[in-house]
């Protein structure tokens, strides 16, 4: 993987930049069900962005809006006429507080992974050059976090950080944060394994002859170099923000449903609905996150397969992980990577 | 996980030198290095989470302030030590938690010991049914993924695992609901077993407090029906969300393993595609299986506070999902220390295993 990436813009005529942007460039490589997966995945995603940008001008009525001008909004009614999918038991408009819930996802998604790249990265570049004590003890704790389940580190870290109930910008920082945490160890890994790969390389070595601070050489030779795999983590660790998102939302300790919508937190209201056969209220925040989810994942996987052909025949001793996120042939290919070095 | 398995010789973790040449007292050693692994990683959770929980403030504030008057709530706090320094604190915790002692509930007052051994065998049914479930459909599509590669079931199944991975078990929990117990009527909504059973099965005898087990111990048949009917859902929900990850690995093992040589060779003896696939294929790709099997418990447990909360299946998960509800704080950190501590061991027990399936891992 790493030889075909050094060896690319060489080998490449160098077209125009935009054709050599991450995801653009993945298509032209792809074909046929590949192609088919990577543009059923684009346009998932172009979907739920754009729902997400859009959310004031496409829902009808505000998340907490439980009345408008002729009156109040009935409570659990079925799909159809002024609701288009519904209310809750609480007369709250499911297709409303659906297409503004993908805002809420957006938002918790933007703050959670560029923070967690943000120190991920930092600390993996550090460790994995500098070594020694640092490193060692940097890898048996991003491993200890790493190994538990995702979804008890986030509800620990939402008890740390709102004491687990909170408005709209305390709830998506403290579920950001609390996802971030999940998710260091991730890219700390990845960087890591590719800066200790590239320290050993020889234009390192001649940075260092020539003079060149640890700073520089991490900043514009180890960094520039280690940051390859980012678009393909970047992708699976949103889907997985999201799922740890409505699972926090599921469990209570999402964002109050007067200060932004959240699909996890309506699923759980829902769920009293079901035995009495309301399905509404349920089943469109449920689909909501797997569309969202689905499309994400395709683009991830698409761009895993695209960035190494060979993987797909020669993955062997693969190994999942700690997560609920199940990403594994992606997965694999970072843990191939992480091996190879 | 993995990178623990080959920890030991890439970090040289300081404990012991690894001679490449010891064939014999290798794996001993390896599994003593391993074994002492463990005990950091739970150390660093347990650190983890109890300064995490303590940010907000001590445990009685969090769980009873505004329901009692501050000079009771003051009173309550010096008289559970809550107002000495932390690390006092903190050390008399690791220290109680060495002698098994994980503190009483604030919000039911019984020990947390107790509280976890009660509803640790409920999490252990589920999560056991689930991974059966996960086992017993991950594989056997995997292997037609597999066969069949880059062909319309291929690409099927390709997506069918994602979507097992994207719906959240509490989503597809409500779907099963919805459709199984409250349109068809076939199978129940909620709980382990109808109260009746449930009663005779924990009145037995020193009883496992896994109810198929109970139920097949007592000979109790009506009971075991009633269970596994009540069983269903729940592990489906939760064991299609690990059957995605089985697919998977299956899938890209088994085309690892089709395209050696020595498959080419059987198929050049005329062994039919079905034995190729099946037999000479399957069985080297299932030692990556089984590592990943053991990582899926984290998973599992993970799934298993969301699996419950949906079925009303009163185990760990559920307990942990009310507690947190009622900010009871300290029974939150004994359930989640306990989950550490079955993950970190269930590791350690994954490791060793690959250890001696594949002698590679130890060096």
Same mark, same amino acid.
């Given at each position: 993987?790493?030889?075909?990436?050094?060896?690319?813009?060489?080998?490449?005529?160098?077209?125009?930049?935009?054709?050599?942007?991450?995801?653009?460039?993945?298509? %032209?490589?792809?074909?046929?069900?590949?192609?088919?997966?990577?543009?059923?995945?684009?346009?998932?995603?172009?979907?739920?962005?754009?729902?997400? $940008?859009?959310?004031?001008?496409?829902?009808?009525?505000?998340?907490?809006?439980?009345?408008?001008?002729?009156? %109040?909004?009935?409570?659990?009614?079925?799909? #159809?006429?002024?609701?288009?999918? #519904?209310?809750?038991?609480? /007369?709250?408009?499911?297709?409303?507080?659906?297409?503004?819930?993908?805002?809420?996802?957006?938002?918790?998604?933007?703050?959670?992974?560029? $923070?967690?790249?943000?120190?991920?990265?930092?600390?993996?570049?550090?460790?994995?050059?500098?070594?020694?004590?640092?490193?060692?003890?940097?890898?048996?704790?991003?491993?200890?976090?790493?190994?538990?389940?995702?979804?008890?580190?986030?509800?620990? $870290?939402?008890?740390?950080? /709102? #004491?687990?109930?909170?408005?709209?910008?305390?709830?998506?920082?403290?579920?950001?944060?609390?996802?971030?945490?999940?998710?260091?160890?991730?890219?700390?890994?990845?960087?890591?394994?590719?800066?200790?790969?590239?320290?050993?390389?020889?234009?390192?070595?001649?940075?260092?002859?020539?003079?060149?601070?640890?700073?520089?050489? $991490?900043?514009?030779?180890?960094?520039? %170099?280690?940051?390859?795999?980012?678009?393909?983590?970047?992708?699976? %660790?949103?889907?997985?923000?999201?799922?740890?998102?409505?699972?926090?939302?599921?469990?209570?300790?999402?964002?109050?449903?007067?200060?932004?919508?959240?699909?996890?937190?309506?699923?759980?209201?829902?769920?009293?609905?079901?035995?009495?056969?309301?399905?509404?209220?349920?089943?469109?925040?449920?689909?909501?996150?797997?569309?969202?989810?689905?499309?994400?994942?395709?683009?991830?996987?698409?761009?895993?397969?695209?960035?190494?052909?060979?993987?797909?025949?020669?993955?062997?001793?693969?190994?999942?992980?700690?997560?609920?996120?199940? /990403?594994?042939?992606?997965?694999?290919?970072?843990?191939?990577?992480?091996?190879?070095? | 996980?993995?990178?623990?398995?080959?920890?030991?010789?890439?970090?040289?973790?300081?404990?012991?030198?690894?001679?490449?040449?010891?064939?014999?007292?290798?794996?001993?050693?390896?599994?003593?290095?391993?074994?002492?692994? *463990?005990?950091?990683?739970?150390?660093?959770? @347990?650190?983890?989470?109890?300064?995490?929980?303590?940010?907000?403030?001590?445990?009685?504030?969090?769980?009873?302030?505004?329901?009692?008057?501050?000079?009771?709530?003051?009173?309550?706090?010096?008289?559970?030590?809550?107002?000495?320094?932390?690390?006092?604190?903190?050390?008399?915790?690791? &220290?109680?938690?060495?002698?098994?002692?994980?503190?009483?509930?604030? +919000?039911?007052?019984?020990?947390?010991?107790?509280?976890?051994?009660?509803?640790?065998?409920?999490?252990?049914?589920?999560?056991?049914?689930?991974?059966?479930?996960?086992?017993?459909?991950?594989?056997?599509?995997? !292997?037609?993924?597999?066969?069949?590669?880059?062909?319309?079931?291929?690409?099927?199944?390709?997506?069918?695992?994602? =979507?097992?991975?994207?719906?959240?078990?509490?989503? +597809?929990?409500?779907?099963?609901?919805?459709?199984?117990?409250?349109? !068809?009527?076939?199978?129940?909504?909620?709980?382990?077993?109808?109260?009746?059973?449930?009663?005779?099965?924990?009145?037995?005898?020193?009883?496992?407090?896994?109810?198929?087990?109970?139920?097949?111990?007592?000979?109790?048949?009506?009971?075991?029906?009633?269970? *596994?009917?009540?069983?269903?859902?729940?592990?489906?929900? !939760?064991?299609?969300?690990?059957?995605?990850?089985?697919?998977?690995?299956?899938?890209?093992?088994?085309?690892?393993?089709?395209?050696?040589?020595?498959?080419?060779?059987?198929? +050049?003896?005329?062994?039919?595609?079905?034995? =190729?696939?099946?037999?000479?294929?399957?069985?080297?790709? =299932?030692?990556? *299986?089984?590592?990943?099997?053991?990582?899926?418990?984290? @998973?599992?447990?993970?799934? &298993?506070?969301?699996?419950?909360?949906?079925?009303?299946?009163?185990?760990?998960?559920?307990?942990?999902?009310?507690?947190?509800?009622?900010?009871?704080?300290?029974?939150?950190?004994?359930? @989640?220390? !306990?989950?550490?501590?079955?993950?970190?061991?269930?590791?350690?027990?994954?490791?060793?295993?690959?250890?001696?399936?594949?002698?590679? @891992?130890?060096?």
């Amino acid at each position: 993987m790493s030889t075909t990436a050094v060896i690319e813009p060489v080998k490449d005529p160098r077209g125009p930049w935009f054709r050599r942007l991450p995801v653009i460039s993945h298509f %032209n490589k792809s074909v046929g069900l590949q192609r088919g997966m990577l543009v059923a995945g684009l346009v998932l995603t172009a979907v739920f962005l754009l729902t997400a $940008m859009f959310a004031p001008l496409i829902a009808p009525f505000g998340f907490s809006q439980i009345s408008d001008a002729e009156g %109040n909004f009935p409570s659990q009614q079925p799909p #159809g006429g002024q609701h288009l999918w #519904g209310t809750t038991v609480g /007369s709250y408009d499911v297709f409303s507080r659906v297409v503004w819930g993908a805002q809420t996802a957006v938002l918790v998604i933007i703050v959670a992974v560029v $923070m967690s790249i943000f120190i991920g990265v930092i600390l993996g570049l550090v460790s994995g050059y500098i070594g020694g004590g640092l490193d060692r003890t940097l890898v048996v704790i991003a491993d200890a976090i790493y190994a538990f389940p995702p979804l008890l580190v986030a509800i620990v $870290m939402a008890i740390a950080i /709102s #004491g687990g109930r909170s408005s709209l910008w305390g709830g998506i920082l403290a579920a950001a944060i609390s996802i971030t945490v999940v998710f260091i160890p991730q890219y700390f890994r990845v960087i890591r394994a590719e800066t200790i790969r590239l320290k050993a390389e020889p234009f390192v070595e001649s940075a260092k002859v020539v003079g060149a601070s640890n700073i520089r050489i $991490m900043r514009l030779h180890v960094f520039k %170099n280690a940051t390859r795999t980012l678009p393909l983590i970047f992708t699976l %660790n949103a889907s997985e923000a999201i799922l740890t998102l409505a699972g926090l939302g599921f469990l209570g300790f999402g964002i109050e449903p007067t200060s932004a919508a959240e699909w996890g937190f309506d699923l759980n209201k829902a769920l009293a609905d079901t035995t009495s056969g309301i399905w509404w209220t349920g089943v469109f925040p449920g689909l909501a996150i797997v569309l969202t989810v689905l499309g994400l994942t395709l683009v991830g996987e698409s761009i895993n397969d695209l960035n190494d052909p060979r993987l797909r025949g020669r993955k062997k001793a693969v190994s999942g992980k700690g997560g609920p996120d199940s /990403s594994t042939g992606a997965q694999a290919a970072l843990e191939a990577e992480v091996r190879s070095s | 996980m993995t990178t623990l398995i080959e920890a030991p010789p890439t970090d040289g973790e300081g404990l012991l030198p690894i001679k490449k040449k010891t064939s014999g007292g290798g794996l001993g050693r390896y599994i003593l290095i391993r074994f002492f692994l *463990i005990f950091p990683t739970i150390l660093i959770l @347990v650190t983890m989470v109890f300064f995490l929980m303590r940010t907000t403030g001590d445990p009685i504030t969090a769980a009873l302030g505004g329901r009692l008057p501050p000079e009771q709530l003051q009173e309550r706090i010096t008289a559970a030590g809550y107002d000495r320094p932390i690390f006092v604190q903190y050390f008399e915790y690791l &220290a109680q938690l060495i002698t098994g002692n994980f503190g009483t509930t604030l +919000s039911d007052n019984r020990p947390v010991a107790e509280m976890l051994a009660t509803y640790g065998a409920a999490t252990l049914e589920l999560t056991i049914n689930a991974l059966l479930v996960a086992l017993v459909v991950g594989i056997p599509l995997g !292997l037609i993924a597999a066969h069949r590669r880059d062909k319309g079931p291929d690409a099927g199944l390709r997506v069918f695992a994602i =979507l097992c991975y994207a719906t959240p078990v509490f989503f +597809s929990g409500l779907l099963f609901k919805l459709t199984f117990s409250v349109w !068809l009527g076939w199978l129940p909504v909620a709980g382990r077993a109808t109260p009746a059973n449930e009663l005779a099965l924990t009145a037995l005898e020193s009883p496992t407090g896994i109810y198929w087990l109970d139920a097949i111990r007592s000979a109790n048949m009506a009971a075991l029906a009633d269970v *596994i009917a009540h069983s269903i859902l729940p592990a489906l929900a !939760l064991g299609l969300l690990t059957a995605g990850i089985f697919l998977r690995l299956v899938r890209t093992n088994v085309i690892g393993t089709l395209g050696k040589d020595y498959v080419e060779a059987g198929r +050049s003896r005329g062994v039919s595609e079905y034995r =190729l696939v099946t037999k000479h294929a399957y069985k080297p790709a =299932l030692i990556p *299986i089984i590592t990943v099997m053991g990582l899926q418990i984290a @998973v599992l447990l993970g799934g &298993a506070v969301l699996t419950e909360t949906t079925f009303e299946w009163k185990g760990l998960g559920f307990q942990l999902a009310t507690y947190l509800t009622a900010r009871d704080f300290v029974a939150v950190q004994g359930i @989640v220390v !306990l989950l550490a501590v079955i993950v970190a061991v269930t590791n350690f027990f994954v490791d060793i295993l690959a250890a001696l399936i594949d002698p590679r @891992v130890r060096y």
